[in-house]
């Protein structure tokens, strides 16, 4: 069964101008990953510091082994330098269809 993970990020007000670089270099080994379906980007309307990405998973072992190689070194991204806070990760299963 695929997930969704909810990746929500506050960003360093003094990092937004380096921000999509950063997040782009990021998801195109995230994409890369086996077992990803695709991630989105979504921007605060009203808050330029504020972004969530919305990753779509094959299913909870693909995303649960990608969550562990992001924390070795060859997984390990420029995110945090650019973060105010750590992120927040929600998954969710996604439902059959109702």
């Known amino acids: 069964m695929s997930i969704l993970a909810l990746l929500d990020l506050t960003l360093k007000p003094e990092s937004v101008a380096d921000a999509l670089a ?3 270099e990021t ?3 995230t994409r890369a990953f086996d077992g990803c379906l695709g ?6 309307a009203h808050d330029q510091t504020h972004i ?6 094959e299913s909870a072992a693909s ?3 990608y969550r562990a190689w992001r924390t070795t070194a060859a997984g390990a ?6 973060l ?3 992120p927040l990760l929600t998954t969710y299963d996604v439902a059959p269809d109702i």
Do not use: F, N, Y
């Not at 991630?39 to 605060?44: F, G, K, N, R, T």
């Not at 991204?77 to 650019?82: A, E, H, N, P, V």
């Open 27 to 29: 998801l195109t080994a």
């Open 77 to 82: 991204s420029g995110l945090r330098t650019i």
């Open 63 to 65: 995303d649960a082994a």
């Open 39 to 44: 991630v989105e980007v979504l921007m605060d």
């Open 22 to 24: 950063v997040i782009h």
């Open 84 to 86: 105010a806070t750590p």
């Open 52 to 57: 969530v990405l919305l990753e779509r998973w």
